[in-house]
């Protein structure tokens, strides 16, 4: 019984003490000459053995600018990334909508605070998704397969 005690006391620090970070990413999307409309931003953060948490989602204005916030906690310390479905220049067949590639940009280090409040922005500019194609999601998903994600319209 004492031994138990003694590992739980040990182990209790590890699981309590886990990295913090938070970001604030704007920019804005283009496709082309056209903004980018009405579609998703999100920041993602990998876990510590596996699987991803999802920090923040907003959708880019009518002129395709975004500022998304986000927040989180990890054990094995923060690297938040910006995820962007690309459907920018992607094709429609019988109703479903395919991505031309799957953007992941990592947040750079000096921009993740070490609280949940941000305290710099990073700013990416202008991007023409037009130029991006295919980039993988998350490194596990394009094991299985999921290169692509689809919707209905």
């Known amino acids: 019984m004492k ?5 739980i006391l040990l182990c209790f620090p590890m699981f309590c003490s886990a990295w913090t970070g938070a970001v604030h ?6 496709c082309g000459p056209s903004p980018y409309r009405g579609e998703r931003v999100q920041i993602w ?5 596996i699987g991803y948490s999802l ?6 204005d009518e002129s395709g600018y975004f500022s998304i916030k986000g927040a989180g906690d990890d054990w094995s310390g923060v690297n938040p990334f910006l995820w962007i479905p690309n459907y920018c220049g992607s094709s429609t067949y019988v109703n479903k909508q395919c991505t031309e590639g799957l953007i992941q940009m990592n947040v750079p280090e000096e921009f993740i605070s070490g609280t949940h ?7 990416l500019g202008t991007l023409d ?3 991006f194609k295919q ?9 299985f ?5 689809c919707r209905y319209v």
Do not use: C, H, Y
């Open 3 to 7: 031994i138990q005690i003694l590992l």
């Open 25 to 30: 990413v704007t920019g804005r999307l283009m």
């Open 45 to 49: 953060d990998p876990n510590f053995l």
């Open 55 to 60: 920090w923040s989602e907003v959708s880019t």
């Open 117 to 123: 409040t941000p305290s710099m922005t990073f700013d």
């Open 129 to 131: 998704l037009f130029r």
């Open 135 to 143: 980039t993988d999601r998350f490194w596990l998903s394009s094991i």
């Open 145 to 149: 397969g999921a290169k692509k994600e």
